[in-house]
C-alpha cells in the first residue's frame, strides 16, 4: 500500500509538472521497468475518467503522438518553460504516453537545448517573439534596445540611462541632478517584450504591443505617475510620501508600494489588475475598489467594476515567458498569440464555442502552437506568410 500510495503521489506530481528533472527521468524509467504497470494503469484510467481501447495503442500516427507527447515532456523537464499544456486533453496525451512506456518497454530523451542557444528560423518560419524595445526620450530621440550594447547610453544633467547585462533599462538619478521634468516612452511593438527599473527604483515588465510613459526624475513631483497601455507587471518601490500612480485606460491605480499586474491592451473588453502583494486602490467612473493580495478589479467598457480571487500565478505566467489560458474562448487566445508571433488573424467560418485552458511556452514556434492547439478537436489552422486562418 505503500508503494502505490508514492507511485499515485508521485504521478500527480509529474502531471501537474511539479516534479524535478531527475525524479521526472526516475519515475520514466520506473513506469518503464514494467514493475507497477497494474498501478499505473489504474491511475491512468482515473485520469481519463474512462478505459483506454486497447486498439487505441495501434492507431495510425500513434508513433507520432508519442513523438511530440515526449518532446513536449521533455522541454518541460529540461527547460522548466512548460508545465501544463491544453485543458484536459493533454491529460490523454500524458496518459496515451504512459500506456505505451508500460506496453513497449519505451522511453526516449531529447536532448538538451542551452539557454544562451540563438533560435535561428528556418525559412518563412514564424518565431516567438524576443526582449526588445524603443525607448523614446524627451527630446524626441528613438534608441532601439535591441542595436545597442550594455552599457551607458544617456548621461545628462544628472540622469543615467544604462542597458544592464541582462538587457534591462536602467535609470540613475543623482542628488544634484539640474534636470528639468521630462518624460521617456519605452514601447514594445507586437514580438517584443522589455524591463526597465524607474528612477526611483521600481521595476517594470512590458509584455507585447505595450507602452509605458514616466519621468525621468520624480523628485519634486506630488505622484510618481506613469501611463500604460497594454499589459505591464510592477514591482513598485516603497515610498509612503510619494504614491505611484498608473493611468491606464479609464482608470487610475494608486499604489504606495506593491507587486500587480495590468491589463488593459486597446482591443480587450475588460480591463483587468490583480494584485499579488500589498494594496492598490483604482478609481475609475464604474466605481472605487481597494484590492487585498490574489484579488482582480475587472473594470469592463460597460458595466460596474468588479472585484474577484484569482490565481495571481497564471496572471503573470507571462513574464516567465508562458501563455496562460484560463477559460479564454478562442478569439482571446489568438489575441494573445497574434501579439507575441505578430501574425494576422483572419477567422473562416463560424468561431469555435470551445474554451481552452492551461499553460504553454511562449519559446515555441507558432507552427507549434498551433499544432496544440488543432489537437483539442475544436480549432484547425492555416499559415500563409503572416497570416493565420483560423477555421
Given at each position: 500500500?505503500?508503494?502505490?500510495?508514492?507511485?499515485?503521489?508521485?504521478?500527480?506530481?509529474?502531471?501537474?509538472?511539479?516534479?524535478?528533472?531527475?525524479?521526472?527521468?526516475?519515475?520514466?524509467?520506473?513506469?518503464?521497468?514494467?514493475?507497477?504497470?497494474?498501478?499505473?494503469?489504474?491511475?491512468?484510467?482515473?485520469?481519463?475518467?474512462?478505459?483506454?481501447?486497447?486498439?487505441?495503442?495501434?492507431?495510425?500516427?500513434?508513433?507520432?503522438?508519442?513523438?511530440?507527447?515526449?518532446?513536449?515532456?521533455?522541454?518541460?523537464?529540461?527547460?522548466?518553460?512548460?508545465?501544463?499544456?491544453?485543458?484536459?486533453?493533454?491529460?490523454?496525451?500524458?496518459?496515451?504516453?504512459?500506456?505505451?512506456?508500460?506496453?513497449?518497454?519505451?522511453?526516449?530523451?531529447?536532448?538538451?537545448?542551452?539557454?544562451?542557444?540563438?533560435?535561428?528560423?528556418?525559412?518563412?518560419?514564424?518565431?516567438?517573439?524576443?526582449?526588445?524595445?524603443?525607448?523614446?526620450?524627451?527630446?524626441?530621440?528613438?534608441?532601439?534596445?535591441?542595436?545597442?550594447?550594455?552599457?551607458?547610453?544617456?548621461?545628462?544633467?544628472?540622469?543615467?540611462?544604462?542597458?544592464?547585462?541582462?538587457?534591462?533599462?536602467?535609470?540613475?538619478?543623482?542628488?544634484?541632478t539640474t534636470a528639468e521634468d521630462g518624460y521617456n516612452t519605452l514601447i514594445t511593438a507586437n514580438g517584443e517584450t522589455y524591463k526597465v527599473r524607474l528612477p526611483d527604483g521600481t521595476q517594470v515588465w512590458l509584455n507585447a504591443?505595450?507602452?509605458?510613459?514616466?519621468?525621468?526624475?520624480?523628485?519634486?513631483?506630488?505622484?510618481?505617475?506613469?501611463?500604460?497601455?497594454?499589459?505591464?507587471?510592477?514591482?513598485v518601490t516603497k515610498n509612503a510620501k510619494l504614491p505611484f500612480v498608473v493611468h491606464s485606460k479609464g482608470q487610475d491605480i494608486k499604489v504606495l508600494g506593491t507587486r500587480f499586474n495590468v491589463n488593459c491592451y486597446a482591443d480587450?473588453?475588460?480591463?483587468?489588475?490583480?494584485?499579488?502583494?500589498?494594496?492598490?486602490?483604482?478609481?475609475?467612473?464604474?466605481?472605487?475598489?481597494?484590492?487585498?493580495?490574489?484579488?482582480?478589479?475587472e473594470l469592463p467598457s460597460v458595466g460596474n467594476l468588479l472585484v474577484r480571487k484569482v490565481d495571481t500565478n497564471a496572471t503573470i505566467a507571462w513574464i516567465n515567458n508562458e501563455f496562460t489560458f484560463e477559460g479564454d474562448d478562442?478569439?482571446?487566445?489568438?489575441?494573445?498569440?497574434?501579439?507575441?508571433?505578430?501574425?494576422?488573424?483572419?477567422?473562416?467560418?463560424?468561431?469555435?464555442?470551445?474554451?481552452?485552458?492551461?499553460?504553454?511556452?511562449?519559446?515555441?514556434?507558432?507552427?507549434?502552437?498551433?499544432?496544440?492547439?488543432?489537437?483539442?478537436?475544436?480549432?484547425?489552422?492555416?499559415?500563409?506568410?503572416?497570416?493565420?486562418?483560423?477555421?
Open positions: 500500500m505503500k508503494q502505490e500510495k508514492t507511485i499515485r503521489d508521485t504521478f500527480v506530481k509529474y502531471i501537474k509538472g511539479q516534479l524535478s528533472e531527475a525524479e521526472a527521468r526516475s519515475f520514466l524509467e520506473h513506469i518503464q521497468s514494467g514493475k507497477d504497470s497494474e498501478i499505473a494503469q489504474e491511475l491512468i484510467r482515473e485520469t481519463l475518467d474512462e478505459d483506454l481501447e486497447p486498439s487505441a495503442l495501434d492507431q495510425a500516427g500513434l508513433h507520432d503522438r508519442l513523438d511530440e507527447s515526449l518532446l513536449k515532456l521533455q522541454q518541460r523537464m529540461d527547460e522548466g518553460a512548460v508545465r501544463k499544456l491544453m485543458i484536459r486533453k493533454w491529460l490523454v496525451g500524458v496518459a496515451a504516453v504512459l500506456v505505451c512506456l508500460v506496453a513497449a518497454g519505451i522511453l526516449w530523451y531529447i536532448p538538451r537545448r542551452s539557454s544562451n542557444e540563438t533560435l535561428v528560423a528556418a525559412p518563412n518560419e514564424i518565431i516567438p517573439g524576443q526582449q526588445t524595445a524603443t525607448l523614446t526620450l524627451a527630446d524626441g530621440r528613438k534608441i532601439k534596445l535591441a542595436e545597442v550594447k550594455e552599457g551607458v547610453l544617456i548621461d545628462e544633467l544628472g540622469v543615467r540611462i544604462s542597458k544592464d547585462a541582462d538587457g534591462q533599462l536602467v535609470y540613475e538619478v543623482s542628488d544634484n504591443a505595450s507602452s509605458i510613459r514616466y519621468a525621468t526624475n520624480f523628485s519634486g513631483q506630488l505622484f510618481r505617475s506613469v501611463e500604460l497601455k497594454g499589459e505591464a507587471y510592477f514591482d480587450e473588453v475588460i480591463v483587468r489588475t490583480t494584485l499579488l502583494e500589498g494594496a492598490v486602490s483604482i478609481n475609475s467612473a464604474q466605481g472605487n475598489v481597494t484590492l487585498s493580495p490574489g484579488q482582480q478589479a478562442i478569439e482571446a487566445v489568438m489575441r494573445k498569440i497574434a501579439r507575441w508571433y505578430d501574425v494576422k488573424v483572419v477567422y473562416q467560418g463560424p468561431k469555435s464555442p470551445e474554451k481552452f485552458g492551461g499553460e504553454l511556452s511562449r519559446f515555441k514556434s507558432v507552427h507549434q502552437v498551433l499544432k496544440l492547439l488543432e489537437r483539442t478537436g475544436a480549432v484547425k489552422f492555416r499559415i500563409e506568410g503572416k497570416t493565420i486562418y483560423v477555421q
